[in-house]
């Protein structure tokens, strides 16, 4: 896998999660969720809808392909431009020129 598809895939990760966020019914009244509301965070059920348990998934392989695209950019960093040329290229040293033979006036 290349860093490129991983981060094409996490551009539509990122597109369906929002989606999938904003299609979910709200459970609680703006911030008054955090002052005390008898409502749980996922309701008296649980997260038991079928929009629940993907956003579930959605954000659980968001936070997987953002952890392995970090480590592979941290790898990448480690590597140098000359060492990846020298691997490509296979550049072998020139062998010696020899200087053309003179021919020798052997007329007098």
């Known amino acids: 896998m290349t860093a490129s ?3 094409i895939v996490q551009i539509v990760l990122v597109v369906v999660l929002t989606i999938a ?3 979910q019914k709200s459970s609680s009244i703006g911030l008054g969720a955090y ?4 409502d749980s ?5 649980g997260p038991s809808s079928f929009l629940a348990k993907t956003t579930f998934l959605l954000g659980f392989l968001f936070v997987i392909n953002t952890i ?3 480590y592979m ?3 990448s ?3 140098s431009v000359v060492d990846s040329l020298i691997e490509d290229t296979n550049i072998e040293a020139p062998e ?8 020798q006036n052997t007329t007098k």
């Open 96 to 103: 010696a020129i020899t200087a053309p033979a003179t021919e």
């Open 35 to 38: 002052s005390g509301s008898n």
């Open 21 to 23: 966020v904003l299609l």
């Open 5 to 7: 598809f991983l981060l």
């Open 77 to 79: 960093k480690n590597e």
């Open 68 to 70: 392995t695209l970090g």
């Open 41 to 45: 965070v996922f309701g008296a059920k």
């Open 73 to 75: 950019y941290a790898q």
